[in-house]
T-cell receptor, first 114, second 114 residues
Framework: AQSVTQLGSHVSVSEGALVLLRCNYS??????LFWYVQYPNQGLQLLLK??????LVKGINGFEAEFKKSETSFHLTKPSAHMSDAAEYFC????????????FGAGTRLAVHP | DAGVTQSPTHLIKTRGQQVTLRCSPK?????VSWYQQALGQGPQFIFQ???????QRGNFPDRFSGHQFPNYSSELNVNALLLGDSALYLC?????????????FGPGTRLTVT
């Protein structure tokens, strides 16, 4: 069964610093990959998605992610963190033939300090 | 354009009781998926409804059941509630056959079982 691993349950950065949230997937066939953000007491908002087009994907709020098949990775980055980026981030995959069923990682909580 | 809506926002039930959660999909969407998000964890897929039928199911017991109505709205029913059913229940809608594979999430229903 396909799975998603997010390295680091908590990441803390300074405002203005680079944000790097790691995600690795297990699949022999490149799946569809997503990053979602969840603010406290809210649902999930899609940040960006990879669906076998360009390997460098740009999303909302200045985030981007690069699909690397050789590393089975889809890490999320943002050049300069803002206080408003503090939230929980989830990497997710739709396996091939998965009827849009999302498989989520455990999440990474991002803290941004002044 | 209304997004995905869920009701109620919060719910407190006692062990052994039954609960019904409701979801209205984003306008134009015909597929509804339900996810359970326990505290500190990523969402787990419960099941998905399309054309008023359960199309696929995650690893959840039969106590969890659902329904989809002709207007594409959906209900999630949980019988014989257990303390472990306490979680945020998320509804997501999508368009079957769409190429974006995006799912739009509602704000969730927070269920507390005492």
């Amino acid at each position: 069964a396909q799975s998603v691993t997010q390295l680091g349950s908590h990441v803390s950065v300074s405002e203005g610093a680079l944000v790097l949230l790691r995600c690795n997937y297990s699949s022999s066939v490149p799946p569809y990959l997503f990053w979602y953000v969840q603010y406290p007491n809210q649902g999930l908002q899609l940040l960006l998605k990879y669906t076998s087009a360009a390997t460098l994907v740009k999303g909302i709020n200045g985030f981007e992610a690069e699909f690397k098949k050789s590393e089975t990775s889809f890490h999320l980055t943002k050049p300069s963190a803002h206080m408003s980026d503090a939230a929980e981030y989830f990497c997710a995959v739709i396996p091939s033939g998965g009827y849009n069923k999302l498989i989520f990682g455990a999440g990474t909580r991002l803290a941004v300090h002044p | 354009d209304a997004g995905v809506t869920q009701s109620p926002t919060h719910l407190i039930k006692t062990r052994g009781q039954q609960v019904t959660l409701r979801c209205s999909p984003k306008s134009g969407h015909d597929t509804v998926s339900w996810y359970q998000q326990a505290l500190g964890q990523g969402p787990q897929f419960i099941f998905q409804y399309y054309e008023e039928e359960e199309r696929q199911r995650g690893n959840f017991p039969d106590r969890f059941s659902g329904h989809q109505f002709p207007n594409y709205s959906s209900e999630l029913n949980v019988n014989a509630l257990l303390l472990g059913d306490s979680a945020l229940y998320l509804c997501a809608s999508s368009l079957a056959g769409g190429t974006s594979y995006e799912q739009y999430f509602g704000p969730g229903t927070r269920l507390t079982v005492t």
